[in-house]
């Protein structure tokens, strides 16, 4: 069992930047790929961002690419989620995820994800 803890969440004005974490205590974490999701008011759960569980490999959504970069401390069981250049319509509850992802077309779909956070509130207002 990995419990995942978000934190990082918050208003911010546009084009403002925000570094959400996601704290995973256990011996665990480092074998997992971890993933960023995010479920806008009224809209579906969609994929963020993700990293391999070394860190060498991420990927991106397009809607994010260039803005948001994904990492990870496996030293210190946390993933990370920065987050420049905002804009409103990147309001959402973003919620952290890891699992056991092995291929690259994998790393976008949330049913590859066995383990997810509660989740924290992105506001974005202008």
């Known amino acids: 069992q990995v419990r995942l803890v978000e934190s990082g969440g918050g208003l911010v004005q546009t084009g403002g930047s925000l570094r959400l974490s996601c704290a995973a205590p256990g011996r665990t974490f480092s074998s997992y790929a971890m993933g960023w999701f995010r479920r806008a008011p009224g809209k579906e759960r969609e994929f963020v961002a993700a990293?391999?569980?070394?860190?060498?490999?991420?990927y991106y959504a397009d809607s994010v690419k260039g803005r948001f970069t994904i990492s990870r401390d496996n030293a210190k069981n946390t993933a990370y989620l920065q987050m420049n250049s905002l804009k409103l319509e990147d309001t959402a509850v973003y919620y952290c995820?890891?699992?056991?992802?092995?291929?690259?077309?994998?790393?976008?779909?949330?049913?590859?994800?066995?383990?997810w956070g509660q989740g924290t509130q992105v506001t974005v207002s202008s």
């Open positions: 990293i391999s569980w070394s860190g060498g490999s991420t």
């Open positions: 995820a890891a699992g056991p992802v092995l291929r690259s077309r994998d790393y976008d779909a949330a049913r590859s994800y066995d383990y």
